[in-house]
């Protein structure tokens, strides 16, 4: 069975810089235009440079067991509990990130109110923060779902 899918770019403004001002467009979008099924899935690839607000308040608001959390010294990636575990005992200020399923610990509304919840955090946290997200598994409204217009 052939499977299609398609890929949403979303135009920003040029004159947006911040982030928080484009995120919040693509969830919009994702909240107004898009259903999600059983299959859907959210994940979010999360990395930051100086200042560690945004993937540790992501640690912390995970279960502990979540994994996906790393550093960039090493390959290995670690769950929830044991990132903020290292970060408090070596007073990590580098680069660190998440990658990973946010659907696996939450429902996809969820998610998105998680990722809206990041995104509030102070400004110098934002930009010392990369965030991608890929969703998989929705379909666009108005479509069928035998027309191949899912994501």
Not at 4 to 32: F, G, M, Q, W
Not at 127 to 134: I, W
């Amino acid at each position: 069975m052939p499977i299609i899918t398609s890929s949403v770019n979303v135009p920003i403004s040029s004159d947006i810089k911040d982030p928080r001002e484009a995120l919040p467009l693509a969830i919009s979008i994702l909240r107004e235009k898009a259903v999600p099924s059983e299959d859907t899935e959210i994940k979010l690839h999360l990395t930051v440079s100086s200042n560690q607000t945004a993937v540790l308040t992501a640690a912390e608001s995970l279960p502990g067991e979540a994994k996906g959390f790393y550093f960039m010294t090493g390959n290995k990636k670690t769950n929830a509990r044991s990132f903020i575990k290292q970060c408090e005992e070596k007073n990590w200020n580098f680069f660190s990130g998440y990658s990973g399923k946010l659907t696996e610990h939450m429902s996809y509304h969820e998610s998105l109110d998680f990722i809206d919840r990041l995104l509030q955090l102070k400004p110098g946290a934002i930009r010392s923060a990369s965030f991608t997200l890929e969703v998989t598994g929705l379909q666009w409204k108005g479509t069928q779902e035998a027309s191949g217009c899912t994501g």
